[in-house]
């Protein structure tokens, strides 16, 4: 077990540094190609991609990934009873989106331009629920190696396409862009998809009876997916909300359309990319805890749940620390060379040290969701955006512009963090 940890972890973070490489190419040609304006017209609609990415998926794949690994269920019952009530909300959700899309883009967001890139959010995500549905069977077997190469040729996919389609699409116009970008993803997760598919068991014996729904699989899945959906809702719909709730105090006390959304470009685009890059080592730890501390939780042995969950954050500050440094020190040479710009530096600044504590979040979150503590996750995340909220809501009428988000992101981080640390602790007593 241990051997087998270390070896996902492994093949997690070379995985991990391959696609955040890929991921920081494809941002440099949209930062590039797409211009300031572009990347901020992006970065608002961002946040409404993932709140809808993170309803279609329901919390299946962490479900899928802890029941698999405590080897009691029939693994093939257990994903025919999941695919057919994902797609049944995914269906749901996407005529939703078709509905509202145009109060979301008229209303909401204030720019009636992404009506169209809204549509194409539904287009995208059944592909994104089958792949993460995919993805979760070989996390709970901890077979690392199929997700990761899926996730690199997926980038690579997408790469391609955007050296090839932004030059094109950029000379029809700039929604039409956005649109191109959005869809993309469809052909990079059924690539994905084909991949993983490609990896599956040779000899499978796949009986009639298998492929009929059980209820209780379904129940457990769904007392799992529900807390983990509805935390990771509501920090969807907070980060759904942050747009949303600068944009339009902002422009009640004076700020210019033009400023915002440079401004939240800069943070969004250049910023935040830029130092949440170690966090590919702590998503791959993240990952590799999830089927291990569900083994030796079922089992009672808190004392190994304990090392590994030490192990884990010992991990995220070796590579957290000297990076934190580094951002602190010279923000402007990992600005200039991998967007091309200076634009952000005291940004970096403040916000680097805040994110070295943001490095050891993952881990916790996972480690409770393992635990089959879902409702402790939830609260962590709910206790954050409520906060975060809250200071935007106070700050942003102070007139001290994007640095309203930037406190409110900082005090999330470091309230969700300890409330996590505090829950961790207080479930293995």
Not at 140 to 145: A, L, S
Not at 203 to 232: A, M, V, W
Not at 323 to 334: K, R, S
Request: proline share 5%.
């Amino acid at each position: 077990m241990k051997s087998n940890f270390k070896r996902s972890v492994i093949i997690l973070l070379i995985g991990g540094l391959i696609t955040k490489i890929l991921g920081m190419f494809i941002k440099i040609i949209m930062s590039r190609l797409l211009g300031t304006e572009g990347l901020g017209m992006y970065m608002i609609l961002l946040p409404t991609f993932t709140l809808f990415i993170t309803l279609a998926q329901f919390g299946f794949p962490i479900a899928i990934s802890k029941l698999i690994a405590e080897d009691t269920k029939n693994n093939i019952k257990l994903i025919s009873s999941i695919i057919p009530i994902s797609i049944i909300i995914n269906i749901l959700l996407m005529i939703i989106i078709f509905i509202i899309s145009p109060y979301l883009s008229n209303n909401l967001l204030h720019d009636k331009r992404l009506l169209l890139p809204i549509i194409s959010i539904s287009l995208v995500i059944p592909f994104t629920s089958i792949s993460s549905i995919c993805r979760s069977y070989f996390f709970g077997k901890e077979k690392m190696f199929p997700h990761v190469i899926s996730t690199i040729t997926e980038d690579i996919i997408r790469l391609i396409m955007m050296i090839i389609g932004i030059p094109y699409f950029i000379k029809q116009g700039l929604i039409n862009t956005l649109c191109f970008i959005i869809l993309s993803n469809i052909i990079s997760e059924i690539t994905s998809i084909i991949i993983l598919i490609f990896f599956l068991p040779k000899n499978i014996n796949i009986k009639k009876d298998d492929l009929k729904p059980k209820k209780r699989y379904i129940k457990e899945s769904l007392n799992i997916g529900i807390p983990n959906t509805t935390g990771k809702l509501i920090g969807s719909i907070g980060y759904f909300l942050e747009p949303i709730i600068l944009t339009s105090t902002l422009l009640l006390v004076g700020y210019s359309n033009k400023y915002i959304t440079t401004e939240y470009g800069i943070l969004s685009g250049y910023v935040m990319p830029l130092l949440l890059l170690p966090s590919f080592f702590t998503l791959a730890i993240s990952q590799a805890l999830i089927p291990v501390i569900s083994k030796e939780y079922t089992k009672n042995n808190y004392k190994e749940v304990k090392r590994k969950i030490k192990q884990s954050i010992i991990y995220s500050l070796l590579i957290g620390i000297p990076i934190t440094i580094l951002f602190i020190l010279i923000p402007e040479l990992f600005l200039k060379y991998i967007y091309n710009t200076n634009q952000g530096i005291n940004y970096i600044k403040v916000l680097a040290p805040i994110c070295l504590i943001q490095y050891i979040q993952a881990p916790l979150l996972s480690s409770l969701d393992a635990m089959g503590k879902s409702k402790d996750s939830m609260k962590a995340t709910t206790i954050g955006v409520i906060i975060r909220t809250v200071f935007l809501i106070i700050l942003s009428p102070l007139k001290i512009g994007i640095w309203s988000l930037i406190i409110s992101i900082s005090i999330n981080v470091i309230i969700v963090t300890f409330y996590s640390i505090k829950k961790v602790r207080y479930n293995l007593t």
